[in-house]
């Protein structure tokens, strides 16, 4: 699904963030990131996300080269392929639920109708088929999480990348909103998440821990990995 090649990222006033990454991420992996403040962490999941580009080194996503495709390509690959869910949430204040939601889906070439239908349908699957009209303000952190996430996940992304999600949320909406990236993953989407939360990172299949822009661990636990599986080949994968 993704690969990074001796990646490096260096900001303006000679920051390296990131410093000769190389790393893989397999179709259908469930990937908690762990390190320090400061250690690189979003600068990665941006450039995993195509949201940014590396200063050194190959990404590849889903295929595609993205040093080779122009902005307007990297977009159209992010609107089809990706799905992202930060720890502030990013929906848009004085717009309802279903319409954060559906606004997600403007980049498809659908009818509002049919966005809304869909935002709908995903905002049940949350479990806020009864919130569709509230406003951000009028719904607590977690619900407000759900509707990111359904936003996130509207258009069926083939990733979905989560910068510290349960990061403002109290514990039990924090689990209420793992759970749902764990439902995801078991559908086939490839879930890839940033958390502070060692017990969390812990219960994922697979850990990559970062210190000072670099990867610096890297565990695949196959006692939780039996767990995920034996699963069939999702039919949404097919094609992809
Ligand atoms: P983490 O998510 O692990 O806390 P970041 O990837 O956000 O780490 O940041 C890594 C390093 O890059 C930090 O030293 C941070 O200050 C720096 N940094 C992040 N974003 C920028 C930016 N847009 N411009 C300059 N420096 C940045
Ligand atoms: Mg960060």
Redesign the pocket.
């Known amino acids: 699904m993704i690969t990074l090649t001796n990646v490096s990222k260096t ?3 000679a ?1 390296t ?2 410093d000769g990454v190389t790393l893989t991420i397999g179709r259908g992996e469930l990937a908690a990131i762990v ?12 450039l995993l996300g195509t949201l940014d580009r590396p200063t050194t080194g190959r990404v590849r996503v889903a295929g595609h080269d993205v040093g080779a495709l122009s902005d307007t390509e990297l977009s159209a690959l992010r609107a089809s392929r990706i799905g992202f869910v930060f720890q502030q949430f990013h929906l848009s204040a004085g717009t309802s639920a279903l319409d954060n939601v559906a606004d997600g889906l403007l980049y498809r070439g659908l009818r509002p109708a049919e966005r809304r239908r869909r935002a709908a349908k995903v905002l049940e699957r949350v479990g806020l088929g009864h919130r569709t009209d509230h406003h951000p303000h009028e719904l607590s952190g977690g619900e407000r999480q759900r509707v990111a996430i359904a936003r996130a996940v509207a258009g069926d992304p083939t990733l979905l990348l989560a ?1 510290e999600p349960t990061g403002a949320l109290d514990s039990v909406s924090g689990q209420t909103v793992m759970r749902l990236l764990r439902e995801l993953h078991s559908s086939g989407t490839t879930v890839v998440i ?1 958390t502070h939360d060692q017990e969390l990172a812990a219960s994922l299949p697979r850990q990559v821990r ?1 210190r000072d ?1 670099r990867v610096v661990d890297d565990v695949i636990r196959d006692d939780v990995i039996r767990q995920e599986v034996p699963r069939e080949a999702p039919a949404a994968e097919v094609g992809r």
């Open positions: 900001y303006p006033g920051v963030a990131l390190g320090p403040s400061g250690s690189g962490k979003s600068t990665m999941l941006n910068d940033i970062m822009g």
